[in-house]
């Protein structure tokens, strides 16, 4: 499975951006994806953003429930992060993460798919 994310740009606070995610696997096979956002700031460890399963059902990290929403389309194998009411501390590298089955873990090192990032930039 091959990952490639796109959207990052720079932005003011308050602001909105909508990260894509495209897959390389077969229809059939993406809709067996577990994927997630990932984030990660210059010296901090890779955080977790979010997780849709593959029933759509959808988890947050709570620094950004309520700004910010996980989906997939299944038709087109993407994966969308739409963000919005963006603060500077958002600020970071994003990258889209995919694991086989279920959404059991939010750890990086349960994920073995990942893209090479997209920056996102957020100034006060």
């Known amino acids: 499975v091959q990952l490639v994310e796109s959207g990052g740009d720079s932005v003011q606070a308050g602001g909105s951006l909508r990260l894509s995610c495209a897959a390389s696997?077969?229809?059939?096979?993406?809709?067996?994806?577990?994927m997630s956002w990932f984030r990660q700031a210059p010296g901090k460890e890779r955080d977790w953003v979010a997780t849709i399963g593959t029933y759509d059902t959808t988890t947050y990290a709570e620094f950004v429930k309520g700004r910010f929403t996980i989906s997939r389309d299944n038709t087109k194998n993407t994966l969308s992060l739409q963000m919005s009411g963006l603060k500077p501390e958002d600020t970071a590298n994003y990258y889209c993460?995919?694991?086989?089955?279920?959404?059991?873990?939010?750890?990086?090192?349960?994920?073995?798919?990942w893209g090479q990032g997209t920056q996102v930039i957020v100034s006060s």
């Open positions: 696997a077969s229809g059939a096979t993406y809709k067996s994806l577990c």
């Open positions: 993460a995919a694991k086989w089955g279920l959404c059991s873990s939010y750890i990086p090192s349960a994920f073995p798919y």
